[in-house]
Protein backbone atom coordinates (compact mmCIF):
# COMPACT_ATOMS: atom_id res chain seq x y z
CA UNK A 1 0.00 0.00 0.00
CA UNK A 2 2.88 2.64 0.69
CA UNK A 3 4.39 1.42 -2.33
CA UNK A 4 1.22 2.30 -4.46
CA UNK A 5 0.58 5.38 -2.61
CA UNK A 6 4.67 6.29 -3.22
CA UNK A 7 4.27 5.37 -6.80
CA UNK A 8 1.33 7.68 -7.39
CA UNK A 9 3.16 10.75 -5.52
CA UNK A 10 5.93 10.16 -7.93
CA UNK A 11 4.14 9.68 -11.04
CA UNK A 12 1.65 12.85 -10.17
CA UNK A 13 5.05 14.64 -9.48
CA UNK A 14 6.62 13.94 -12.56
CA UNK A 15 3.52 14.58 -14.93
CA UNK A 16 3.96 17.89 -17.03
CA UNK A 17 1.07 20.09 -17.68
CA UNK A 18 0.29 21.38 -21.03
CA UNK A 19 1.45 24.64 -19.68
CA UNK A 20 4.90 23.68 -18.62
CA UNK A 21 5.53 21.86 -21.97
CA UNK A 22 4.43 25.10 -23.92
CA UNK A 23 6.59 27.16 -21.43
CA UNK A 24 9.77 24.31 -22.09
CA UNK A 25 8.68 24.95 -26.13
CA UNK A 26 9.23 28.94 -25.47
CA UNK A 27 12.64 28.48 -24.00
CA UNK A 28 13.60 26.23 -26.09
CA UNK A 29 12.56 27.98 -28.92
CA UNK A 30 14.25 31.39 -27.86
CA UNK A 31 17.28 29.25 -27.62
CA UNK A 32 17.26 27.83 -30.63
CA UNK A 33 16.55 31.29 -32.23
CA UNK A 34 19.43 33.11 -30.60
CA UNK A 35 22.00 30.28 -31.51
CA UNK A 36 20.92 30.05 -35.10
CA UNK A 37 21.19 34.10 -35.39
CA UNK A 38 24.60 34.04 -34.39
CA UNK A 39 25.53 31.02 -37.22
CA UNK A 40 23.76 32.68 -39.34
CA UNK A 41 25.07 36.71 -38.86
CA UNK A 42 27.98 35.67 -40.75
CA UNK A 43 26.34 34.17 -43.84
CA UNK A 44 24.17 36.98 -44.21
CA UNK A 45 26.47 39.62 -43.98
CA UNK A 46 28.54 37.83 -47.05
CA UNK A 47 25.52 37.57 -49.08
CA UNK A 48 25.15 40.88 -48.86
CA UNK A 49 28.39 41.99 -49.94
CA UNK A 50 27.84 39.56 -52.77
CA UNK A 51 24.87 40.92 -53.62
CA UNK A 52 26.15 44.13 -53.68
CA UNK A 53 29.59 43.20 -55.68
CA UNK A 54 27.59 41.58 -58.30
CA UNK A 55 25.39 44.30 -58.94
CA UNK A 56 28.29 46.69 -59.26
CA UNK A 57 29.89 44.10 -61.56
CA UNK A 58 27.01 43.77 -63.74
CA UNK A 59 26.29 47.43 -63.87
CA UNK A 60 30.85 47.90 -65.17
CA UNK A 61 29.71 45.17 -67.71
CA UNK A 62 26.77 46.59 -68.85
CA UNK A 63 28.27 50.02 -69.74
CA UNK A 64 31.55 48.11 -71.07
CA UNK A 65 28.83 46.71 -73.33
CA UNK A 66 27.54 49.65 -74.37
CA UNK A 67 30.15 51.67 -75.28
CA UNK A 68 31.84 48.53 -77.30
CA UNK A 69 28.26 48.09 -78.86
CA UNK A 70 28.76 52.51 -79.94
CA UNK A 71 32.55 52.09 -81.12
CA UNK A 72 31.48 48.89 -83.21
CA UNK A 73 28.88 50.65 -84.87
CA UNK A 74 30.75 53.68 -85.18
CA UNK A 75 33.49 52.06 -86.58
CA UNK A 76 30.89 49.65 -89.19
CA UNK A 77 29.93 52.80 -89.82
CA UNK A 78 33.02 54.56 -90.91
CA UNK A 79 34.37 51.47 -93.23
CA UNK A 80 30.88 51.07 -94.64
CA UNK A 81 29.62 47.15 -93.28
CA UNK A 82 26.46 46.51 -92.92
CA UNK A 83 25.41 47.27 -89.33
CA UNK A 84 23.43 44.73 -86.99
CA UNK A 85 20.02 45.60 -86.46
Do not use: W
Not at 32 to 54: G, N, Q
Amino acid sequence: MIIEILTSLFHNVCMLTKTDLQQIREVVGEEIDEKLDKKLKPIKRDISYLKKTLSIAIRRFDETDVNHERRIVKIENHLGLPTKN
